[in-house]
C-alpha cells in the first residue's frame, strides 16, 4: 500500500477543510488509516484513525466534535473532515496506514506513511 494526502490549504478559523488519503494497492480495504499532524517546532502528534471497516474510530481529544474521519473503500481513500478549524490546528498532515488500528492507539510503528499537506487557518 501507498499513501497520498491531499485536500490542504489555507482556511480562516471557524472555516472547514476536507483532507484526503489515497491509497494504492488491493489490500488497501484490510488496512486501518491514521492522521497525524506536525506543526512547527513541535512533535508529530496522532489525530485519529478509523479501523478497516469504519466500525472503530477514534480522535485525540483536542479535536473531537469538530474533527470526522470516514472512509470508501471502494475508492481506496480516507477522509478527515475538519470544521470548525483553529489556528492551532495548523500543521502539515499526515496519513500512515496499519493492519491493526491498535497500533495507532499505542503508539508502535506504523506499516506505511504518506507524504503530508500543509493545513493553516489564520486568526
Known amino acids: 500500500v501507498q499513501l497520498q494526502a491531499s485536500g490542504g490549504g489555507l482556511v480562516q478559523a471557524g472555516g472547514s477543510l476536507r483532507l484526503s488519503c489515497a491509497a494504492s494497492?488491493?489490500?488497501?480495504?484490510?488496512?486501518?488509516v491514521g492522521w497525524f499532524r506536525q506543526a512547527p517546532g513541535k512533535e508529530r502528534e496522532f489525530v485519529g484513525v478509523i479501523n478497516w471497516n469504519g466500525r472503530n474510530i477514534y480522535y485525540q481529544d483536542s479535536v473531537k466534535g469538530r474533527f470526522l474521519i470516514s472512509r470508501d473503500n471502494a475508492k481506496n481513500t480516507v477522509y478527515l473532515q475538519m470544521n470548525s478549524l483553529k489556528p492551532e490546528d495548523t500543521a502539515v498532515y499526515y496519513c500512515a496506514a496499519d493492519q491493526d488500528y491498535r497500533d495507532f492507539l499505542l503508539n508502535r510503528r506504523l506499516e506505511v506513511w504518506g507524504q503530508g499537506t500543509q493545513v493553516t487557518v489564520s486568526s
Open positions: 494497492g488491493r489490500t488497501f480495504s484490510t488496512f486501518a
